[in-house]
Structures are given as C-alpha cells and as structure tokens.
C-alpha cells in the first residue's frame, strides 16, 4: 500500500469577486496517518484548501487524488464531500438538544446497536468526554463541545479528519490539552489529520508536515523542524519564529555582512556572551515572557531582539555583548 494518502496537484481557486482571492496552483501530497497544519494569516487561502481538499469546491483547475482516486467537486455528485474523510467546522453542527451520545451515535445509523454503542463509547472515550455522555450539548463549554464535533466526525472509521481553526474557541490551558489530544488520537487511531490554524504553534507543536500558505501561494512544506530551521522565504521565519528581519545595510551597520538584500535570524540565535566576536548593545527595553526575558537591544540605529534566559540579569539602559552566531540571507 503507498505510503501518500492524498495528492494534491496543481490546484487552483479563484473567487469570481473584486479583488477575490483563492488558492493558486498548488501541489503538495500528504501521507497516510500524519498530522497536517495548513498555516499562514488571515485571508492566505487555508479553508480554500481544506474545502477543496474535502470536495466542497468547484476548482479552477488541478486534481486531488485520494488513494489514487480523482476526488470529485461539488458538481459531480449528489452529496458534495468525500465518504473518507470528515470535517469539523467552527459551528460545530451538532443537534444542540440531543445528548452527547446520540450525536455521536447518528453517524452509525447502519450499525447494529451493540457495535454502536461499543463504538459510541470508545470514542468518547478516546476524547475524553465519557463523563459528559448524557449531557446535552447545550450544557457543555465550547471546549467540550468541539471534542464532541471531532468525535462525531471521526466515529465512523473516517480516514482523514478536516479541522478549520479548532483551537478558535477554545482558552490557552484547553488548547494545549486538545492539541496534546489530536496528536494522542492520530497516533491511537491512525486517523489522518488535516488541520486549519492561523496560530502557527499549533503547528510547530503537532503537525508532522507543515504548509505554509501567503496570498494563495504555498511557500514551503515540509517537516516544522525543517521548515524553521530553513526557512525559504523571510514571511516563513517571520511567521513561525517571530524573526528579526533587518536590511543589508542595517545589517552591517551591526556587524552582520552579507552580499544578500536582507539578513534573517531568531531571537534565539542572538546569545548574550563575551567572545571576542561579541559586540555592544544598549538594552531599550525588556519584556517579561514568562521563564526568559526578550530584549529589545540598539546599536549605530538598528534594533534587534534576543532572549535573556538567566531572567532579570540585564535591565533597560545596561549594555549587553551579543554573539549572533548564525543568521540566514536573503
Ligand atoms: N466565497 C467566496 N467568494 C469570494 N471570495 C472569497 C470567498 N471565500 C473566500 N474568499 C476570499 O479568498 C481568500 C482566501 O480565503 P480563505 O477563507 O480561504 O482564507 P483563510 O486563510 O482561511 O482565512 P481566515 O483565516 O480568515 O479564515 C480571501 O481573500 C477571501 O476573502
């Protein structure tokens, strides 16, 4: 059995609108039981993808191939969507009046009532909502609610599970829970997941191949190790690692040459240390990050930021000695 689940291949979306966007010509293939996170701001094409993908679509003109097979658009068949796959969109679509387990459930109408139940239950179980099972969804918390929806979504041996911004309704403590979770349940289930996110931890954080979308356009996929550490383009280390982004000329004007336009490093990648290569900053401010400070460090007019990991050790106005011992050129 190949080892690539869905191809994508030349695909490409506009909207019939003023100054429409969409998806242009993008090719990519996704293997069978990974993690995927489409990336990139507001408006860069994501739930184009992840609806095209899904079938939901009409597109311009590219395929996807599921299992080899020609996925089909909207206009092709009766009930646009694939019977593999699943998506759990930000409304949920959950029978607010039912309890927990009969929304489970009624996706296994052909099931005999022993199987679904067993399935029913493994399944809540899998996502942690078995407690919540003869509540009815009005009474849950956005959170517990979108544990139902994916649930829902994947208890009828779906194949692959389409999530738009899952993590949008949720607070930061039951969003590294449920990201933890969807991790844990592709791992369990061997369920390919196809993820949306404007958050591009979410991304780092669970995806085993990363897409990186701007202006319709896929600028990199790829492992997320690899992706941050080789970024192509300056919008990639911006986006994932907050990266410093400074001119040639202001580049030198610190001590960096390069014969590039523009020189690219992570806040990491600047070490506060007294080498002989090190050189002097001013701190002009530092800003509290939890268990390390960034800095916001000048020297000859150009700002740049590092991390200061032993937290409070230098404070605005001190002058620092920074090693930036690797930086990328573009
Ligand atoms: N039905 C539509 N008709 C016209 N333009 C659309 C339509 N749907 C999306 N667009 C436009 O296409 C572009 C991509 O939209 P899409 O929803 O795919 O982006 P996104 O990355 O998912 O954004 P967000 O994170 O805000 O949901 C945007 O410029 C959007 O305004």
């Known amino acids: 059995m190949s080892n690539t689940l869905i191809s994508v291949k030349n695909l490409t979306k506009q909207y019939q609108a003023e100054q429409a966007g969409g998806i242009k010509n993008i090719s990519f293939d996704i293997k069978r039981g990974d993690v995927v996170a489409i990336i990139g701001e507001s408006g860069s094409g994501k739930s184009t993808l992840l609806k095209s993908i899904y079938g939901l679509l009409k597109t311009d003109s590219g395929e996807i191939f599921f299992e080899n097979q020609r996925v089909k658009g909207p206009d092709e068949q009766l009930i646009p969507g694939h019977k593999q796959m699943k998506m759990v969109t930000q409304d949920f679509s959950l ?27 493994q399944m809540m179980e899998h996502l942690r909502i078995l407690p919540l099972q ?55 289930t061997g369920v390919t997941v196809i993820l949306v996110s404007h958050d591009p931890a979410d991304g780092l954080f669970l995806a085993d191949q990363l897409l990186i979308l701007k202006n319709g356009e896929l600028l990199q996929t790829g492992k997320p190790a690899e992706i941050y550490q080789h970024p192509k383009h300056i919008y990639t280390a911006q986006i994932l690692g907050n990266a410093v982004v400074l001119s040639k000329t202001d580049a030198e004007k610190i001590g960096l040459k390069t014969q590039k336009e523009s020189v690219v490093f992570y ?22 990050k939890g268990f390390y400070d960034e800095l916001l460090l000048e020297r000859n007019g150009v700002n740049i930021r590092a991390l200061q990991l032993n937290r409070g050790e230098h404070k605005k106005n001190d002058h620092v000695q920074l090693n930036i011992s690797h930086f990328l050129e573009f």
């Open 95 to 121: 029978n607010i009046y039912a309890k927990v387990y009969d929304n489970i459930a009624s996706q296994l109408s052909n099931t005999d009532l022993k199987t679904k139940a067993e399935k029913t239950l």
């Open 134 to 188: 003869n509540k009815k969804i009005i009474e849950l918390s956005g959170g517990e609610q979108q544990r139902v929806a994916i649930a829902k979504a994947m208890v009828a041996d779906t194949q692959v599970l389409l999530l738009d911004e899952p993590f949008s309704q949720v607070d930061a403590l039951l969003k590294n829970q449920l990201r933890a979770d969807i991790k844990r349940i592709a791992s369990e």
């Open 267 to 288: 806040p990491e990648w600047a070490e506060i240390n007294s080498n002989w290569s090190s050189r002097r900053f001013e701190v002009k401010d530092v800003y509290y």
